[in-house]
Nanobody
Framework: QVQLVESGGGLVQPGGSLRLSCAAS????????MGWYRQAPGKQRELVAS???????NYADSVKGRFAISRDNAKKTVSLQMNSLKPEDTAVYYC?????????????WGQGTQVTVSS
């Protein structure tokens, strides 16, 4: 059973920084894509940033230039460095891992960590 354990959320003032981390366990396979999604109250879950095992990245337009994703393939971890945070970044952030092979796709999710940007 694959588990994703997140850490690093919290309360920060506008303009501040936070770092989220996520560790995957329980799988002998590498995750093709690891990333972060977020969901604000009353809104749909959206992609924040993702990175393939080949280190290709994808960012939401709203976070480009402020957030940076990184991963350690050997340790099966992914992190999100969030700088210049804005109140609109407030949301529950979810770690995601995606694996595919032999025509099948698998998605795994963390339990979510709250990020609140407020003065």
């Amino acid at each position: 059973q694959v588990q994703l354990v997140e850490s690093g959320g919290g309360l920060v003032q506008p303009g501040g920084s936070l770092r989220l981390s996520c560790a995957a366990s329980g799988s002998a396979y590498s995750m093709n894509v690891m990333g972060w999604y977020r969901q604000a109250p009353g809104k749909q879950r959206e992609l924040v940033a993702s990175m393939t095992i080949e280190r290709s990245t994808n960012y939401a337009d709203s976070v480009k230039g402020r957030f940076a994703i990184s991963r350690d393939n050997a340790k099966k971890t992914v992190s999100l460095q969030m700088n210049s945070l804005k109140p609109e970044d407030t949301a529950v952030y979810y770690c995601n891992a995606h694996r595919y092979g032999l025509g099948r796709h698998y998605d795994y999710w963390g339990q979510g960590t709250q990020v609140t940007v407020s003065s």
